[in-house]
C-alpha cells in the first residue's frame, strides 16, 4: 500500500516549467497590400552534421522542428515567379547538395511530416543553396530586401542559406483601386499617392504628369508636387525642365520653412545635374 500511494503521489506531481528546446518564432511582414506570416520552430546545430547528416539528402524536411513550418499569404503572390493564392501552407522542403526543393502543401497543420502527403502539395519549385562563411547556430528564417513590390525570404542554417525571392501580385487591384478613385470628386482625389505609385511602378507617366499638373491648380503653393513634376521630366529625359521645376519647388519649401522638401527638390536638381 506503501508503494502503491508514493506512486499515486509521483503521478499526481506537476511537471517542471522547462524552455523548449527548439523555440518557436513567428515573422510577420507587410508585403504590397498584404502580409506574410511564418510560424515555426528553430532547432539548434549542437554540434551535429545537419544536411547530409540529421536531415539527409534527398529526404522531405519540416524546415524547423516539432510542427510543420507554416506560412501564410493574405493576398496573392508570385514565389519564384509561380502564382501562389492568398491562404496557409505548410512549408517543407527537400535539401539537396546542390540543389533544394522547395513544398506548399495544402495540409498546413501537421506534425513534422510524418503525415506528409505529395499529393497535397501546392506547389513545387527548385532554388540554388549558398554555402555561408558565418555559422549560424540556430535555424532562422529571415526577410531580406523588402521592398514595395519584392521580399527575398532566407533559410539558414549552420553554412546553409537558401534564398527564395517573392513577388506582390496586386498591381492589377492597385491599378484599377486608384483609376477609380480618380474618377470622384477632384478636390478629393489622392493625387500624392496616385502619382507616387505610377512613378515608382514605372507606368504611364503622362498620365501621372496629367495628374500633377491638377493636383498644382489645387495646391500652388505644395513643393511636394513640384517635386514629383520635376522627378517624372527628369525620369523622362527633360533634365532642363525638371531642373526648372525643382528649383521652383525649392523655392516654395524654403518660404515655408520646409526643409525636407528642399533637400528632396534640391537632389533632383543635383541629379539632373550629375
Known amino acids: 500500500m506503501l508503494l502503491a500511494c508514493a506512486a499515486l503521489t509521483t503521478y499526481a506531481q506537476e511537471k517542471p516549467r522547462i524552455p523548449e528546446a527548439s523555440s518557436t518564432q513567428t515573422l510577420i511582414q507587410d508585403f504590397g497590400l498584404g502580409k506574410i506570416t511564418i510560424t515555426y520552430s528553430r532547432p539548434n546545430v549542437k554540434g551535429r552534421k545537419i544536411f547530409g547528416g540529421i536531415n539527409p539528402y534527398g529526404e522531405v524536411w519540416r524546415t524547423g522542428a516539432n510542427a510543420a513550418t507554416t506560412i501564410t499569404f493574405t493576398e496573392n503572390v508570385l514565389v519564384e515567379g509561380n ?3 492568398a491562404g496557409t501552407y505548410a512549408l517543407f522542403s527537400i535539401p539537396e547538395q546542390n540543389t533544394w526543393t522547395i513544398i506548399l502543401n495544402k495540409t498546413a ?15 513545387r519549385f527548385t532554388v ?25 525570404l532566407y533559410l539558414v542554417w549552420d553554412h546553409t542559406a537558401v534564398p527564395i525571392q ?11 483601386n486608384i483609376d477609380k478613385l480618380m474618377q470622384g470628386d477632384i478636390k478629393k ?12 511602378n514605372d507606368k504611364d507617366l503622362k498620365k501621372a504628369m496629367q495628374w500633377v499638373l491638377e493636383a498644382e491648380k489645387l ?11 520635376a522627378r517624372i521630366q527628369l525620369k523622362t529625359g527633360d533634365k532642363a525642365a525638371a531642373i526648372a521645376t525643382a528649383q521652383q519647388g ?21 541629379q539632373a545635374k550629375n
Open 219 to 229: 495646391e500652388p503653393n505644395g513643393p511636394w508636387y513640384k517635386l514629383w513634376k
Open 83 to 85: 502564382k501562389v493564392a
Open 250 to 270: 525649392v523655392k516654395l519649401a524654403k518660404a515655408s520653412n520646409d526643409d525636407e522638401y528642399v533637400r528632396l527638390n534640391e537632389a533632383v536638381i543635383a
Open 128 to 152: 540554388k543553396p549558398k554555402t555561408v562563411k558565418e555559422k549560424r547556430e540556430t535555424f532562422t528564417i529571415q526577410f531580406a530586401n523588402s521592398t514595395t513590390k519584392t521580399t527575398d
Open 109 to 123: 497543420k501537421q506534425w513534422g511530416a510524418y503525415d506528409y502527403k505529395k499529393e497535397d502539395d501546392y506547389l
Open 189 to 200: 482625389r489622392p493625387y500624392f499617392n496616385a502619382i507616387q505609385y505610377y512613378y515608382e
Open 166 to 176: 517573392m513577388q506582390t501580385d496586386d498591381d492589377a487591384q492597385i491599378t484599377a
